[in-house]
């Protein structure tokens, strides 16, 4: 699979059109094809990144943002690492009282997470067949 066919995958499903709008203009980007690979890349989180530098752009909670802008925070989403970018994963975790909490995950956290993940992300795995729906006005 390449880039664009996993973008392609990512979409199906999504009724939010700004998304499939700023997904239809990636997926001309064939020079990103790489970037598009990258498995930490998802696009809830680049429509949560976008959504957050809008935010930063509003006054009195307004914003008006030109598409132009928007590309090239989504395509800026892809180039650079989340690292790079301050964006953190978190993870949920039971306490001993039953509570569940996220917790930033570090990166010498988890280095074998996917092959030995605790049953909250293997429930949540299981939850990701159904296809999340993601807005970029969500409030």
């Known amino acids: 699979m390449n880039g664009i066919q996993r973008l392609s995958e990512m979409i199906k499903g999504q ?3 700004s998304l499939i709008k700023i997904v239809s203009y990636l997926m001309l980007q064939t020079d990103m094809d790489q970037d598009f690979l990258k ?12 959504n957050g530098l809008a ?7 307004v914003a008006i943002i030109e598409d132009e802008t928007v590309y090239s925070w989504a395509k800026e989403y892809f180039i650079k690492s989340n690292k790079e970018l301050g964006i953190k994963k978190y993870k949920l975790e039971k306490s001993k009282h039953g ?3 996220k917790v930033e995950i570090k ?9 030995f ?21 969500a409030a």
């Open 117 to 137: 993940g605790n049953s909250v992300e293997n429930e949540q795995a299981e939850k990701k067949e159904e296809i999340a729906q993601i807005s970029l006005f």
């Open 15 to 17: 009724k939010d059109k």
């Open 99 to 101: 509570d569940v909490k």
């Open 107 to 115: 990166d010498e956290d988890d280095e074998f997470g996917s092959i």
């Open 55 to 61: 935010k930063k752009e509003a006054t009195n909670g």
């Open 39 to 50: 498995e930490e890349k998802e696009l809830k989180e680049m429509a949560e990144y976008i």
